[in-house]
């Protein structure tokens, strides 16, 4: 929603965010807007997950996501897949992720990501599960993390779905 917004400028972006965040899922802490988390269900006996969220520094400072924890996992980590000739890789951020001033950090599924290390039981589908956020300069934000279906989507509505569903359109409907 924010990134739809982003175009029309900041002061209507922290406007909306402090008017709706119940409505959106969003978080905003200080500067920062944490939108979507989510995550897809795992297989059992599976013991690693992946979390999804979009963060956003309507600042004038840079900040930083240091770490995160959950109760769902030993450990939380922060990786970034990449794809280098062909090849899926994925590695760990052991210094932290910038998040510079009124830029969008996407973690979507194919880069940036939360991953949910010694899960200590299957994530499952409708579930939700709390996940603290470390920043640099912000501190800790406490974010809801819903569950989608194994290899789902977000269970929040994409910008398209979003413009679509707005934009009065009756194609693909019976007269």
């Known amino acids: 929603m924010y990134r739809l917004l982003a175009l029309l400028g900041f002061t209507i972006l922290v406007s ?15 500067s920062l807007i944490v939108e979507n988390p989510w995550s897809r ?9 992946a979390g999804y969220l979009s963060i956003f520094n309507i600042g004038t400072i840079d900040d930083r996501l240091i770490s995160a924890t959950s109760k769902i996992s030993e450990r939380v980590e922060i990786h970034e897949s990449s794809i ?13 992720l910038t998040i ?10 194919g880069g940036y990501h939360l991953m949910f290390v010694g899960l200590k039981a299957p994530l499952k ?11 640099e300069k912000t501190g800790e934000i406490d974010v809801l993390f819903l569950t989608s279906g ?23 409907q019976a007269n």
């Open 125 to 135: 589908k409708e579930q939700s599960f709390n996940v603290t956020l470390k920043f």
């Open 16 to 30: 909306v965010a402090a008017i709706h965040p119940a409505v959106t899922g969003d978080i905003t802490v200080g």
């Open 150 to 172: 194994i290899g789902g989507k977000s269970p929040y509505p994409s910008e398209e779905e979003i413009r679509g569903s707005n934009s009065g359109s009756n194609s693909g």
């Open 41 to 49: 269900a795992t297989p059992k006996g599976t013991k690693v997950g």
């Open 100 to 109: 510079k001033s009124k830029a969008l950090i996407d973690f979507k599924p």
């Open 84 to 96: 280098t000739n062909g090849i899926m890789k994925m590695r760990k951020i052991t210094d932290g």
